[in-house]
């Protein structure tokens, strides 16, 4: 059974998650920046201070950094090689629920179940294709939580002691990947926890072994960066932890409880079955599993919820949790026959999967998403269907086919994204666009662009980190206040003046997007002799060299 099961992952694995990835242009802002960042680290060779545009980028540390750039070094400078990393840290928590429900509980479809639950989260399994650090994050942070487990349940002193060690090492490569919350997560755990089982003795005897692990597995880059880059800690600490979380110009501000109906729009489509597993979890709270994956999901959850700047992908590292309460709570209903969420659910499937069906038809009719895109436009119906089939035989059949929604997930993720209107491809993938005209920004001696994403989509097709940026500066507003990225940005009055510079050099290319009128008016800057070609709302421009 357990061979077949394997069999069966590897196959989800390789069909939905995997061959995907090389399907459709990267998202902006996140995916060109990372594809970009970490290209730029492979070709620097530079593996201690983050850069992105060739100008000093302090945002994040650098183990997120480390593995898409890998990724790129591995499969190639491609879709592929960008978004790897996403999906194998993914498989990687899928991985450590299937494990920590194996020791929580002895019957072995448990364990299959939570991990096809996690691996189905809406959240999670549209992460996992997503070039992002957030997937690694919840990794790190998935595993600093496995490895607290064992460090308070294993039985051998040797299995604890390793455990307490593993979960310091877990900790410092979430630190290297986001910063400071990596430690602070499985302390609003631990200290609960152990307080509720009268072990904090324990917690303060053992717990500084797990401090030192991290201290010895990321002081070597601390130090090192610190000593490359002497404002890089002044910089992430103030800026990403303090002002993002506290501040009140935080970033993504958002009320309080932001992420309650998130929740459940992040757990489909297994929405309704939330209740179902927080009850469960609650009428066990008083054994030691239920009451630490209680622990699990609500500290990171209210803590969450109490930061002023709050992003949907924030929550992630509290879905493995859920899972592993969901897993127990659907298994004990499957068991005694009590049917009645499940079929709500799957009549709720049922419901999105016509009612997305109906939109389509609807809008295709009044405004015409799609057009000359039939192959598109059907995919997204066979989606739609699929999810609404799916939904109706979970509605219908819960006992057997109380997993269907899962397949319904799974290809929602691997071909909505390559099945998108063109106006949106264009918008959101400028990549795709650029890699139409690579032939003749090969012959640009100089690069330009108006927008961040659209720069870092064309730096890392190019394969060339300098590109000036036309008044537009965003979040490298640090990185350019250095003496030695003057000149990067160019202002709309210093426009006409570099511009006669640059061509004297040679051709100049420009990529721009152009969706206000302040974008028209920089459109109409450029000179008219230069060829030009416009697909919604990117144009690109190849000025000729001026003559001698």
Known sequence: MSRRYGLLA??????????????????????????????????????????????????????GYWLVALGQALFGENLFGVRVASVLVSACSTLLVWLLARRLWPQPGRAWTAALLYASFALIAGQAGYANLDPQFTLWVNLSLFALWFAFEAEAPRTRLGAWALLGVACAMGFMTKGFLAG????????????????????FLLGPLAVLAALLASLPWALA????EADFWHFFFWHEHIQRFAGSDAQHARPFWFFVPLLFACAAPWTLLVPAAFQRGWQARREPHAAFLLLWFLMPFLFFSLAKGKLPTYIMPCFAPLALLMADALASALERGRLGALRLNGALNLLLGLLGLAALVFLQAKKALYHQQLPSLLLVGLVCALWALCGALQWLRPQQLWAAPALAAWLLVAAAPAA?????????????????????LGTATTLLSNDLGAASALAWRTGRSEVFLLNTEGELKYGLGYPDASGRRIGLEQFPAWLAAARRQGPVGVILRVNSPGDEAELALMPRDATSYRENHLVFLLIPQAAP
Do not use: C, T
């Not at 196959?11 to 399907?23: E, R, Y």
């Not at 998108?420 to 003749?440: G, Y």
């Open 10 to 63: 590897a196959a989800v694995l390789l069909l939905f998650f995997l061959v995907p990835l090389g399907l459709h242009g990267l998202w902006i802002p996140d995916e060109a920046r990372y594809a970009q960042a970490a290209q730029e680290m492979l070709r620097r060779g530079d593996w201690v201070a983050p850069h992105f545009l060739g100008l000093r980028y302090f945002e994040k540390p650098i183990a």
């Open 184 to 203: 602070l997560l499985p302390v609003l755990v631990a200290l609960p926890y152990a307080l509720w089982r009268r072990r904090l003795g324990e917690l």
């Open 225 to 228: 960066v610190h000593l490359r």
């Open 420 to 440: 998108l209107p063109e106006r949106m491809v264009n918008s959101k993938m400028p990549d795709q666009f650029i890699a139409q005209h690579l032939d003749e």
